[in-house]
């Protein structure tokens, strides 16, 4: 079983839809969370990062932690045409020394 | 600009043939790290350094090397290549721990080996 566990979807919805992008771990450890959006033919960017449980909000993006349920999430408010990426989750324990474990990716597509 | 910058951009090369791929940072990054990214099992890390001369294996090291001799570079060495190491690799960088608050990264380097 991985480690992490992300849905790779695709994803497609409409200009103007509420994404929903969801990730599941196992190791109890974690505790600092970021999502990252990765363009075609480019590296990562990170987009947002948590530390522990709780939600964090910037601009149209949301990601919530809930360590209980192993369990984080980013929202994506009112999404646009330029939203289209793959989004990918990662985590890591306080004593990784530098190790993120990722996730696999959600690729999404939002049409106009 | 503050970026990482990792080349070549793509390369096509033969099993066994001795190849690096550099990286480096102009954002005087103390911690640096490579990673390949393959098809379903997302970024997975090969090496990482925290600083100067200080390096140490990730998760999947086996067939590379790396070294860390200035602050600013991060070469990734492919000593005998095989067709398994065909993937894509980015370097990373950041001031604190990456780990704690993200990496920078570089635009990737397509390797295929054949």
């Known amino acids: 079983q991985k480690e992490v566990e992300q849905d790779p979807g695709p994803l497609s919805v409409p200009e103007g839809a509420i994404v929903s992008l969801n990730c599941t771990y196992s190791n109890s450890a974690f505790q600092y969370f970021m999502w990252y959006r990765q363009y075609s033919r480019k590296g990562p960017e990170l987009l947002m990062y948590t530390y522990s449980s709780g939600n964090k909000e910037d601009g149209r993006f949301t990601a919530q932690v809930d360590k209980s349920s192993k369990y984080i999430s980013l929202f994506i408010r009112d999404s646009q045409p330029s939203d289209s990426a793959t989004y990918l989750c990662?985590?890591?324990?306080?004593?990784?020394?530098?190790?993120?474990?990722f996730g696999q990716g959600t690729i999404l597509t939002v049409h106009p | 600009e503050a970026q990482v910058t990792q080349n070549p951009r793509y390369l096509i090369t033969v099993t066994g043939k001795k190849l690096t791929v550099t990286c480096s940072q102009n954002?005087?990054?103390?911690?640096m790290s490579w990673y390949r990214q393959d098809p379903g099992l997302g970024l997975r890390q090969i090496y990482y350094s925290m600083n100067v001369e200080v390096t140490d294996k990730g998760d999947v090291p086996e067939g590379y090397k790396v070294s860390r001799k200035e602050k600013r570079n991060f070469p990734l060495i492919l000593e005998s290549p095989s067709p398994n190491q065909t993937s894509l690799y980015f370097c990373a960088s950041s001031s604190i721990p990456g780990h704690l608050y993200g990496y920078t990264f570089g635009s990737g380097t397509r390797l295929t080996v054949v």
């Open positions: 990662a985590m890591s324990e306080l004593s990784s020394y530098g190790k993120l474990t």
């Open positions: 954002m005087n990054h103390e911690y």
